[in-house]
């Protein structure tokens, strides 16, 4: 299992929002779940904060996922 950082896009009543969660893989490269909540940056110093968002902005060019969608893939 791999995670990666992606934007998920929630729909709640009729307003779209966006937010930045790890996102979990299947050995095939299924989603298999995801972070309930979006990310904290949070690290034991000012390197692993960069570091950290670093790697957000690799993982985020990709494209955006929609929740509806990963809860329908995941039934």
Do not use: C
């Not at 934007?7 to 299947?26: C, G, M, P, R, W």
């Amino acid at each position: 299992m791999v995670w990666y950082y992606r934007i998920i896009k929630h729909k709640t009543s009729n307003q779209n929002h966006f937010a930045l969660h790890e996102v979990f893989y299947d050995d095939d490269g299924n989603i298999i779940s995801w972070t309930e909540q979006p990310i904290d940056i949070i690290g034991e110093s000012k390197a692993d904060i960069k570091r950290a968002l670093k790697q957000m902005l690799l993982d985020i060019e990709t494209e955006v996922i929609t929740e509806s969608e990963l809860l329908k893939n995941l039934k």
